[in-house]
């Protein structure tokens, strides 16, 4: 008896897994497994989608966006500003004060300061000119959670009589096109700050020494931070993975040679104040509220749109999907959503978000700031398919269940596709989700007023006789 149930249950499993294959195929159908009287059954639902206005995202990113552009296929604008507070190891120390040869009038200065914005990525044209101000921070600003709307200037957080201004293209031709196109070239966005700037540091160094204790001292004592703001230009956004505050000077060094000769040498030091993960940075995303809320009434199909712009909502026909199955076993449940090709010919075409969560409704919140990732109980991701031109959920069969449990909940039939970008360790294992700030956008298949075929969801049952 035991080999019979067993043989049931593999014939079973291999039934499930080729529905599973072709459920886009199948309509409503009744399959009967005869040697153990299990019933599969197949049935497809229509699901009802809409555009919504994201308004904000948690802004929990490690890269800052500067610049504006047009989106060429939709005409709306987008523009970015970040900000960004400064590093400083334990241990870290100037040299020895009798050392330092940068003097005037027998007082340390620095040579020359400046700020580094250093990119890899950008979307738009390289040579199109740009103009930011940066702003250095009034006052430091809390470690708390802040959401893409945070903006530090009429927060109060940012002193705008000292505002430096620079003018850029992304490419920088003011760097010979040999030394651009080597290999050990490093794409940045230089602000020359103050040499003054760079002098009150150093003497702050050497009169207060203890300010310099650790990253927080460092930022509550020394200086706050930055704030990059876009002023100017169309056409340009820079993806900044790393900012660096830097103070140039010369000092006195002993060097022995190999005969064992020492000798004093004067060289030029940089001590460098990185942006980095152990520090707070905020990117402040403006989108054209106008534009965006044009987009999300388009009822023709729905949008998906970074960073911080659109998400579509989806309402699940969970009731219909349990009525005559309450105590049957949802074996998968499948949704597929198609793009809908842009017309619009640009060389600045926007990117195709690469994956898409899906979540309840009610957790488009907390989902982020609890630092979730997809569990693939009550959160999914897709993958866009260049092949099929879809996002696919495989299996949210889980979700039913859990929304057919939940009804309480307000919005409890409805979930919300946002894009975004997953981590992985070296072992495939997801170690973190965050919002896309990346700038994507898509049309896909839906709407009240859909022309392109139904949105389906496939499910697949089973039960014992």
Not at 56 to 67: D, E, F, K, M, Q
Not at 214 to 231: D, E, L, Q, S
Not at 308 to 317: L, Q, S, V, Y
Request: charged residues 20%; hydrophobic residues 35%; glycine residues 6%.
């Amino acid at each position: 008896m035991k080999l019979k149930f067993l043989a049931g249950l593999a014939l079973a499993t291999f039934i499930f897994t080729s529905c599973d294959d072709t459920t886009g195929d199948i309509g409503s159908g009744t399959l009967i497994d005869g040697s153990d009287g299990l019933n599969i059954v197949t049935d497809t639902f229509e699901i009802k989608t809409r555009s919504i206005v994201a308004d904000s995202v948690l802004a929990r990113t490690y890269t800052g966006y500067i610049g504006k552009v047009r989106d060429p296929e939709t005409g709306a604008y987008l523009s970015s500003d970040f900000m960004t507070q400064f590093y400083l190891p334990e241990g870290f120390e100037f040299p020895e004060k009798d050392s330092i040869k940068s003097l005037v009038n027998g007082q340390i200065v620095a040579d020359s300061c400046d700020i580094r914005l250093y990119y890899k990525e950008y979307y738009g044209d390289s040579l199109a000119p740009m103009k930011l101000t940066a702003y250095e921070l009034s006052k430091p600003i809390p470690e708390k959670t802040y959401y893409s709307n945070f903006d530090p200037e009429k927060e109060g957080f940012v002193n705008k009589s000292n505002g430096v201004n620079k003018v850029y293209t992304l490419v920088d031709l003011n760097v010979d096109a040999a030394t651009r196109n080597s290999s050990d070239y490093i794409k940045s966005i230089r602000i020359p700050l103050d040499a003054s700037f760079g002098t009150d540091i150093m003497r702050h160094f050497y009169n207060k020494k203890e300010d310099f204790k650790n990253a927080y001292t460092f930022i509550n004592k020394v200086t706050p931070g930055f704030y990059f703001k876009t002023r100017s230009g169309l056409g340009a956004m820079a993806h900044v993975y790393l900012s660096q505050l830097n103070v140039y000077f010369k000092h006195k060094t002993t060097t022995t040679t190999k005969d064992g000769t020492k000798k004093d040498t004067i060289i030029v030091s940089t001590a460098a104040f990185p942006g980095t993960e152990e520090v707070l940075q905020t990117t402040n995303i403006i989108n054209d509220k106008a534009a965006i809320k044009r987009l999300a009434e388009d009822n023709s199909c729905t949008y998906i749109k970074s960073p911080a712009g659109i998400f579509t909502e989806m309402t699940i026909p969970v009731e219909q999907i349990m009525r005559g199955h309450e105590n049957d076993t949802i074996n998968t449940a499948k949704v597929s959503l198609s793009r809908i090709n842009s017309t619009v010919n640009s060389n600045y075409a926007l990117n195709i978000p690469t994956t898409l969560l899906m979540i309840p409704k009610a957790e488009m919140y907390s989902f982020f700031e609890n630092k979730q990732v997809a569990n693939y109980k009550t959160s999914f991701l897709a993958t866009y398919s260049s092949t099929t031109n879809q996002y696919t959920f495989n299996n949210i069969g889980s979700l039913v269940r859990y929304m057919n449990e939940n009804k309480q909940n307000k919005d409890w039939d409805k979930v919300v596709i946002i894009p975004v970008t997953p981590t992985y360790n070296t072992s495939g294992e997801m170690t973190n989700l965050t919002h896309d700030m990346s700038i994507s956008s898509t049309k896909l298949v839906g709407g009240s007023e859909n022309q392109n075929g139904a949105i389906n969801i496939t499910v697949i049952y089973s039960k014992f006789k």
